[in-house]
């Protein structure tokens, strides 16, 4: 079964340190992409990071990371100096590109800058 | 940049009663959806849509919803007698689509759905 796992309902961390968000994923598909969305209180869905199955390096958008392990099928998002409008609910998805056109979500982590 | 365009950006509905969500997708985007978020909550896949017809369907989307996309540009969902379990954010989504890289996801700003 087609899966992603957030296990971190919630998140605390001081302003300008970093820190990570778990995300494992379950899939059969050999090829695949993953996805993280950041979602703040005014509620849309906003695009972070991508990273695809077989790129062999991590991908990396400004202060956003995505830390690619394939054989943990882990892909946990790492967020540098954080902020103060950092804080948001954090969704990890996934897309497999062989027989679905679905992008399959995690139950999202919910992340508290703290001054 | 372009985007995504969802109208109303809230309805109140009475129970029983028809609702009509409606979306712009990107322009050249070959690939629509739906999803659903009920206060908050997980992001759960309702529908997506390809080359005029439904290409997959979750479980939530059963006979009382339909999509259409009655021209080049509108993308519509259909509630045909809502329930109360149908309170949620209504996102529709759209992707350029293909593989391997298929893109991300760009999402309206949803639509607030309230059933009384």
């Known amino acids: 079964a087609q899966k992603i796992t957030q296990t971190q309902p919630g998140m605390f961390v001081q302003e300008k340190e970093a820190v990570t968000l778990d995300c494992t994923y379950d899939?059969?598909?050999?090829?695949?992409?993953l996805f993280w969305y950041k979602q703040p209180s005014s509620g849309e869905m906003i695009f972070l990071i991508y990273q695809g199955s077989y790129d062999q390096q991590n991908a990396t958008e400004g202060r956003y990371s995505l830390n690619f392990q394939k054989a943990r099928k882990s892909a946990n998002l790492v967020i540098s100096a954080s902020q103060l409008g950092d804080s948001a609910m954090y969704f990890c998805?996934?897309?497999?590109?062989?027989?679905?056109?679905?992008?399959?979500f995690g139950t999202g982590t919910r992340l508290k800058v703290l001054a | 940049e372009p985007e995504v365009t969802q109208t109303p950006s809230h309805q109140v509905t009475q129970m029983g009663q028809e609702v009509i969500l409606r979306c712009v997708p990107i322009s050249n985007h070959l690939y629509f959806y739906w999803y659903r978020q009920i206060l908050g909550q997980k992001v759960e896949f309702l529908v997506s849509?390809?080359?005029?017809?439904?290409?997959?369907k979750s479980e939530i989307f059963d006979d009382q919803f339909s999509v259409e996309r009655p021209d080049g540009s509108n993308f519509t969902l259909k509630i045909r007698s809502t329930k109360l379990e149908d309170s949620a954010m209504y996102f529709c989504?759209?992707?350029?689509?293909?593989?391997?890289?298929?893109?991300?996801?760009?999402f309206g700003e949803g639509s607030r759905l309230t059933v009384l």
């Open positions: 849509f390809y080359n005029n017809e439904i290409s997959e």
């Open positions: 989504a759209s992707t350029l689509g293909g593989t391997p890289v298929a893109g991300e996801l760009f």
């Open positions: 899939t059969s598909d050999p090829s695949y992409g």
């Open positions: 998805a996934m897309r497999p590109y062989s027989g679905t056109y679905k992008y399959i």
